[in-house]
Nanobody, 123 residues
Framework: QVQLVESGGGVVQAGGSLKLSCVAS????????LGWFRQAAGKEREFIAA?????YYEDSVKGRFTISRDNAKNTVYLQMNSLKPEDTAVYYC???????????????????WGQGTQVTVSS
């Protein structure tokens, strides 16, 4: 059974940085695109960033967040800089469903999800 475990969340002041990690198991890691999503209280889950053959981002995090992967460690990362209070949310990593080459921004295009890690940005 595929498992994804996120870590690295916490409480940080506005303008600070955090680096999230997500380790995957029971998965041939290199075969899949990976994504990060977040869900703030009372809101729908939203796309943040993804990495497959390329990387792409949601506009509000472009230039502040960087997604990367280490296939040898079965790990995907999300480096978050210049954090803002509106970045406060539970952050999830996810594995894309194999399919045509396209930007996978919808949660429905992902088959496996981690349990989430809380990020809180104080003003």
């Amino acid at each position: 059974q595929v498992q994804l475990v996120e870590s690295g969340g916490g409480v940080v002041q506005a303008g600070g940085s955090l680096k999230l990690s997500c380790v995957a198991s029971q998965l041939t890691f290199t075969n899949y695109g990976l994504g990060w999503f977040r869900q703030a209280a009372g809101k729908e889950r939203e796309f943040i960033a993804a990495i497959s053959g390329t990387t792409y981002y949601e506009d509000s995090v472009k230039g502040r967040f960087t997604i990367s992967r280490d296939n040898a460690k079965n790990t995907v990362y999300l480096q978050m800089n210049s954090l803002k209070p509106e970045d406060t949310a539970v952050y999830y990593c996810a594995v894309q469903r194999p399919g045509p080459s396209m930007e996978a921004r919808a949660p429905g295009l992902y088959d496996y999800w981690g349990q989430g890690t809380q990020v809180t940005v104080s003003s």
